[in-house]
Structures are given as C-alpha cells and as structure tokens.
C-alpha cells in the first residue's frame, strides 16, 4: 500500500500562491495516477489536478476548468512526492485538498471520480481570503 501525508495548506489573499505537498512511502514503484482533489462542506471531492507516473515518467495531466493555467502539479520522483503549485488564488479555491493516488490510468480530458482512488491522503486546509 502507499501512505500519502500532505502539507502547505494556509490562509493566504487573493492573487497569492501557495505550493501544497504530498510526500508518498511504502509501495510507490511502478505505475500510479495521483492526483489532488478539493472539498468543501456539503459538495462532492471534485479532482483539481492529475498526473500519471510510471517509476518517475510522468505523462497525460489533467486541470479542471476552474485551475487550468493557473495551477500546476508536478513530481519529484527522488523525493517522492508531488507537487501542486497554485497561483492567483481567488476565494473559490478556498477548501480542504487531498493528495491521493491508485493503479489506475488518469484521461488527460476527463476527470477521474474520487471514488477511482483506494489511496488518500489526511487533507491540508486552503484558504484564501478577499
């Protein structure tokens, strides 16, 4: 199994960043899809951001609509974990984001389900103010 402890979470303005982490451990060789979800109160986790990666090859990210261009995931394969740089946060991207991942293939079109994923991480707190 993969444990994921995800960290960076902070109350910020509008128009500042933040770089969110999620250090993975135990079975993190060979193919994943990991991803970074959001939830607020009351709504369904919905997937911000995806990558495939295959032992450090990292191949088709997806953005949601609402990111695209401004949020960027990445991986660091040495230091095993991923990474989602957030810039020009607005206050709907207030929410409490979860690093998760699992073997499965991630569409770069198409948003996975988080109920796709066997494997989460415990959460870390965005949020940004007017």
């Known amino acids: 199994a993969i444990q994921l402890v995800e960290s960076g979470g902070d109350s910020v303005q509008t128009g500042e960043s933040l770089t969110l982490s999620c250090v993975a451990s135990?079975?993190?060789?060979?193919?994943?899809?990991m991803g970074w979800f959001r939830q607020i109160p009351g709504k369904e986790r919905e997937a911000v951001a995806t990558?495939?990666?295959?032992?450090?090859?990292?191949?088709?990210?997806y953005y949601s609509d609402s990111v695209k261009g401004r949020f960027t995931i990445s991986q660091d394969y040495a230091k095993s974990t991923l990474y989602l740089q957030m810039n020009s946060l607005n206050p709907e991207d207030t929410a409490m984001y979860y690093c998760?991942?699992?073997?499965?293939?991630?569409?770069?079109?198409?948003?996975?389900?988080?109920?796709?994923?066997?494997?989460w991480g415990q959460g870390t707190q965005v949020t940004v103010s007017s």
């Open positions: 998760a991942a699992d073997r499965t293939f991630c569409s770069a079109n198409y948003p996975p389900r988080h109920l796709q994923f066997k494997s």
């Open positions: 990558i495939n990666t295959d032992s450090g090859q990292t191949y088709y990210t």
């Open positions: 135990g079975d993190t060789y060979g193919y994943y899809c």
